[in-house]
């Protein structure tokens, strides 16, 4: 049965006649538990009877537990709970720049969602880093209710409040330029020559994403998908996203306590499960990353000249801002050789709007959702990404549509090749078109 005690005040080190109340009850392992700071007898013994009732039905929470400070049991959350490199890389950002500088020191209890819902309106980012700072903080509550600190979460299931006004309305990236026609993709291939250029060629006709293409090994281009089809066989070269090591990840590293270590730049799987793929590669694409490899002396296909791998700001730096932008001419002096100046092809044009650019040609092309989720390593939403499955029919019909939209960007080009100095398809012995067939006719399917 719970119990209060008096507790005196103590003032230059000796005790005064003032004095609150304490709340004592038994704690589910035996020992004494206790919560000061009553002003009557009454209300401790309420507070720990309180207590005792929650013991007995079971859902008793430790008012110390829910005492910790929110920076404090964040930390331990974070050890427990190890996600990839840059995933985590992400979230000590979150914490340090928005989160902690408010609630790090708040304790869990004394979050709420009214508060929380303010902060979040009020902080200097985008609404989307906002909306992600609210998420960590969320999952953290959670863990806190797991952890019985907290009875429940109070940031579970609730909407934020969007801002309005002049933050809202600011210019937007309209939606027409998050993609290229081909006919752009082939002028930025060609002016970026055949590595960096092929590099840009491939995440648009297959979708690759950044860390993917970064880190894409030789040994996984050129593969070959084989599946048995109206009595033959259907075969396609594929390229495949390794699911041990399939996506080069650059971010701070940090040590287990939120420490920085430096940047890394490595290996690691892919975020999901459902980027770990096979990308049926349409026939010239194939024939060009061919070639490629005859010539490219490196294990990783899109490295560097010197055989490292990119880094993100460099390769945009480097390649893609001139290429896409425009860059003005130099003239030759002392230690720097003369160039060229390059009109703009299409200013702003990013390595992920190229993803856009496969994913939107698959729906121009209308490839069906088991395949164009597939392929773009995307999570089909629904029971239907249960029952429905690509097909060699299905894949047959987005590779002739990939090679006609090339063909015609080529056509509409005037082109024969896309690099000038490159011998051309038909002087390999390898000539293609959109009527060559995508079934190849081999033994009988068992």
């Known amino acids: 049965m719970a119990w209060a005690e008096k507790v005196y005040k103590v003032r230059n080190g000796k005790q005064t006649k003032q ?15 206790t919560w000061p700071g009553f002003a009557t007898k009454k209300l401790a013994e309420k507070y720990g009877e309180k ?20 920076g404090k049991f964040a930390r331990g959350w974070m050890k427990a709970r190890t996600k990839r490199g840059a995933t985590m890389s992400k979230r000590w950002n979150l914490l340090e720049q928005h989160i902690f500088p408010r609630w790090e020191h708040t304790p869990l209890i004394a979050i709420t969602w009214y508060d929380v819902d303010n902060w979040q309106l009020a902080l200097p980012c985008d609404t989307v ?11 953290i509550m959670t863990g806190a209710v797991d952890a019985r600190h907290l009875e429940v979460n109070p940031l579970f299931g609730r909407r934020r409040t969007l801002p309005t006004g002049a933050t ?8 027409e330029e998050k993609w290229a026609s081909p006919e752009v ?4 291939a060609r002016r970026l020559g055949p590595a960096v250029g092929l590099h840009v060629l491939t995440t648009a006709f297959t979708g690759l994403g950044w860390g993917e293409s970064t880190g894409l090994h030789r040994d996984n281009v050129l593969r070959t998908r084989r599946q048995a089809h109206d009595g033959n066989w259907f075969e396609c ?24 270590t430096g940047l890394v730049l490595q290996l690691e799987p892919p975020k999901n ?40 700001s460099n390769f945009t730096r480097a390649n893609i801002r001139p290429a896409a932008d425009g860059r003005e001419p130099l003239s030759k002096t002392r230690g720097r050789a003369a160039r060229d100046g390059w009109e703009p092809i299409m200013p702003g044009l990013t390595m992920r709007d190229l993803r856009h650019t496969h994913d939107t040609y698959q729906d121009q092309l209308g490839v069906k959702p088991a395949l164009a989720y597939d392929q773009a390593g995307h999570r089909r939403p629904g029971i239907k990404a249960v029952y429905q499955h690509p097909t060699p029919e299905m894949r047959g019909e987005r590779l002739r549509g990939l090679q006609g939209i090339y063909e015609r960007a080529m056509g509409n080009l005037k082109w024969t090749e896309i690099w000038p100095a490159a011998p051309t398809l038909a002087q390999r012995g390898r000539p293609l078109n959109s009527s060559q067939t995508i079934f190849e006719k081999g033994e009988e399917a068992a």
Not at 185 to 188: A, D, E, K, S, T
Not at 277 to 303: G, K, N, S, T
């Open 19 to 33: 004095f609150t109340w304490r709340a004592r009850w038994t704690k589910p392992d035996g020992k004494p538990g």
């Open 51 to 70: 207590q005792e009732a929650a013991i007995l039905a079971g859902r008793w929470i430790d008012p110390a537990k829910q005492q910790q400070k929110f």
């Open 129 to 139: 880093t906002a909306g992600h700072a609210v998420s960590l903080m969320s999952s």
């Open 168 to 175: 809202a309305s600011a210019p937007k990236k309209s939606e």
């Open 185 to 188: 993709v082939l002028r930025m």
């Open 237 to 260: 070269p594929i390229i495949r996203v390794d699911p041990d090591v399939g996506e080069l990840a650059e971010y701070e590293g940090r040590d287990e306590d939120g420490k920085k």
């Open 273 to 312: 499960g459902n980027r770990a793929r096979d990308i049926d590669v349409p026939p010239f694409l194939a024939d060009l990353l061919r070639q490629h490899l005859l010539a490219w002396p490196h294990e990783y296909v899109f490295c560097t000249p010197s055989g490292v791998f990119w880094r993100r």
